[in-house]
């Protein structure tokens, strides 16, 4: 009989050992992925589709995943990947945006149009 209670105790360990391992990953799995915060550099990553782009006042509404709305303003020094100027940036596209979270107004470093994949 202590065999069989020894190889309980091993089989016991052996699943809390898997347990121990895996729940700290799926509770940091299951954080939403619409926006992620770089600590080293300060930019913060959103991606979600384009609501409303403004030529005159170059701003961008971005609605994320969760429903929010943000809006992000584009400068001259903004890097574009996929479109050749910000009036190529229409209602629909899925985006992502590095920016810089400042109190006075959100500037994107960074707007990188999604492939759109389909048959």
């Given at each position: 009989m202590k065999q069989i209670t020894g190889k309980n105790e091993s089989i016991f360990f052996a699943i809390l050992a898997l347990f121990i391992i895996l729940i700290p990953n799926t509770v940091l799995s299951s954080e939403p992925k619409d926006i992620s915060v770089s600590t080293e550099s300060g930019l913060v990553l959103v991606?979600?589709?384009?609501r409303r782009f403004n030529s005159d006042e170059q701003t961008l509404q971005?609605?994320?995943?969760?429903?929010?709305?943000?809006?992000?303003?584009i400068d001259w020094s903004?890097?574009?990947?996929?479109?050749?100027?910000?009036?190529?940036?229409?209602?629909g596209n899925k985006v992502k945006i590095w920016y810089q979270p400042n109190s006075t107004s959100t500037t994107a470093v960074k707007i990188e149009k999604k492939l759109m994949l389909g048959c």
């Open positions: 991606e979600g589709k384009v971005l609605q994320i995943k969760n429903g929010e709305k943000i809006t992000i303003k903004t890097e574009l990947v996929g479109y050749s100027s910000p009036a190529k940036i229409e209602k």
